[in-house]
Nanobody
Framework: QVQLVESGGGLVQAGGSLRLSCAAS????????RAWFRQAPGKEREFVAAIRWNDGSTYYADSVKGRFTISRDNAKNTVYLQMNSLKPEDTAVYYCAATMTISTIPRNYKNWGQGTQVTVSS
């Protein structure tokens, strides 16, 4: 069993920044891929960013490349998503996910957090 707990969401004006955190606990020893997805109202869940736990390789959706940064703290078993230059279209519930191998497809992840709301006002 893997538990993922997100925090750090909120309301911010366009151009502002937020940092999301995802703390993992439980049987995470083989959860080599950690990722962030988001889901806006009426839309499907989409990939945002991922990090390979063992070597720190990172992957980003084109829509956030250059604005968002995913990172990890091995000692805290925590993944972060630094979001800069936020736009209204970034408004969504952001979910943390974990699985064994990197993927940009939501159904390949079996472990999910509860989500945290990010709202960007124009």
């Amino acid at each position: 069993q893997v538990q993922l707990v997100e925090s750090g969401g909120g309301l911010v004006q366009a151009g502002g920044s937020l940092r999301l955190s995802c703390a993992a606990s439980g049987r995470t020893f083989n959860m080599y891929a950690r990722a962030w997805f988001r889901q806006a109202p009426g839309k499907e869940r989409e990939f945002v960013a991922a990090i390979r736990w063992n070597d720190g390789s990172t992957y980003y959706a084109d829509s956030v490349k250059g604005r968002f940064t995913i990172s990890r703290d091995n000692a805290k078993n925590t993944v972060y998503l630094q979001m800069n230059s936020l736009k209204p279209e970034d408004t969504a519930v952001y979910y943390c996910a974990a699985t064994m191998t990197i993927s940009t497809i939501p159904r390949n992840y079996k472990n999910w957090g509860q989500g945290t709301q990010v709202t960007v006002s124009s």
